[in-house]
């Protein structure tokens, strides 16, 4: 089992639209969590941090379950310059070593 | 924001010859630094975590006669691959954390660099 899965996508959306994605973690001690945005062929930047208890940035809402050990990302009102990778990544306390998720590819189309 | 920069941002190379990467903090010390690898259509993978001034730890599968690290000041950290092969073609990038980063602190990355070994 992968430490950090996450569906492939791609999510298919339309301009304007909602668009919602989780990820799964098999370590239960892991310590903290981050959505992370790679468009093609460029290193990823981080979007936003996750906080147990959820957290907004403008149109991106993230949750943490920590009982079921996943953690969604939605997006709201999507805009064309969504259209990206978006990486679940998973920080463990030893080493403070980050563990990536697939990514979920999102295509928000006119 | 904290800057990372990476140079080459891509190289061709010839099988069995070496190559230099290098990853520098531009505006901060970072006393950790970590390398990536990321194939196409797959996700990074953490080849080493690299701590200033001393030995990498690399990860379970990752040669460290092969991938040479060095960590020689909180600002520059390189990555050697040494006698290239086609195989390790690869998108390669690095990232850096503060001094007083913790569990929750994140990491900036550098822009990567491609490695195309002919």
């Known amino acids: 089992r992968k430490e950090v899965e996450q569906d492939p996508g791609p999510f298919n959306v339309p301009e304007g639209a909602t668009v919602a994605f989780n990820c799964t973690y098999s370590n239960s001690a892991s310590q903290s969590f981050f959505w992370y945005r790679q468009d093609c062929r460029k290193e990823p930047k981080l979007l936003m941090s996750v906080y147990s208890s959820g957290n907004e940035d403008g149109r991106f809402t993230a949750q943490l379950n920590r009982a079921s050990q996943y953690i969604s990302l939605l997006i709201r009102d999507s805009k064309l310059s969504d259209s990206a990778t978006y990486l679940c990544v998973v920080g463990q306390a030893a080493g403070n070593k980050l563990t990536f998720g697939g990514g979920t590819r999102v295509l928000v189309k006119p | 924001g904290a800057v990372v920069s990476q140079h080459p941002s891509r190289v061709i190379c010839k099988s069995g010859t070496s190559v230099k990467i290098e990853c520098r903090s531009l505006?901060?010390?970072?006393?950790?630094m970590f390398w990536y690898r990321q194939f196409p259509k797959k996700s990074l993978m953490l080849m080493a975590t690299s701590n200033e001034g001393s030995k990498a730890t690399y990860e379970q599968g990752v040669e460290k006669d092969k991938f040479l690290i060095n960590h020689a000041s909180l600002t520059l950290s390189t990555l050697t691959v040494t006698s290239a092969h086609p195989e390790d073609s690869s998108f390669y990038i690095c990232s850096a954390r503060t001094s007083s980063g913790t569990a929750q602190e994140t990491q900036y990355f550098g822009p990567g660099t491609r490695l195309l070994v002919l």
């Open positions: 505006d901060f010390q970072a006393t950790t």
